[in-house]
């Protein structure tokens, strides 16, 4: 890498009671390879979330209204990222490639990836695993897609979407499927 030692990439709690600290195999790899990872907990929509001191629980009457907000928590995070680079945070000032950016997630996390990439052209790769939305706009941006062909949450007809998905993506694209793989919590 250049003078720039760190590269930005983004990772997303799954719904029904995620937070941000789990999946942390996936951050801890990427984290050891000079990647920053800045990780959300969805107000209302992760197991909980403290604010003032106080926490939110999860809220399953909130999931419509956390599929609009997680695309913009997202952005924010960005946005963050890029002050702290500009200097707001001398931990990062000058250390964080802005312009190589990922967004990922799992489950309504990996959603949350690719509406994020559809509203954001800063996110220059997607990394999505088991989940993926009936359609987005963004079909260009290069995107890695995973599935366990024995996951029971999402089950055959999320795992078609995901298939299809990938399949409709006219840019850089790849699927990784797991033969007899299931989610594991």
């Given at each position: ?114 509406w994020a990439a559809d509203r954001e052209p800063r996110f220059k790769a ?60």
């Amino acid at each position: 890498m250049d003078s720039r030692t760190a590269r930005a990439a983004w990772s997303f709690a799954r719904d029904g009671g995620g937070s941000r600290h789990q999946n942390t195999f996936w951050c801890d790899h990427l984290a050891s390879h000079g990647y920053i990872i800045v990780s959300a907990d969805h107000t209302g929509n992760a197991k909980w979330t403290i604010i003032d001191g106080k926490p939110i629980m999860s809220q399953g009457a909130e999931r419509g209204n956390s599929a609009k907000d997680r695309p913009l928590d997202v952005s924010f995070l960005l946005d963050q990222m890029i002050r702290w680079d500009a200097g707001a945070d001398p931990r990062f000032a000058g250390r964080i490639d802005t312009e190589h950016t990922a967004v990922a997630g799992m489950s309504f996390g990996s959603f949350t990836a690719h509406w994020a990439a559809d509203r954001e052209p800063r996110f220059k790769a997607v990394l999505a695993m088991s989940g993926a939305p009936l359609s987005h706009t963004n079909l260009t941006v290069p995107s890695l897609r995973m599935l366990g062909t024995e996951d029971r949450t999402l089950g055959v007809l999320g795992n078609a979407l995901i298939r299809d998905n990938h399949a409709k993506h006219t840019g850089p694209s790849f699927l990784l499927e797991m033969k007899n793989g299931a989610r594991c919590f």
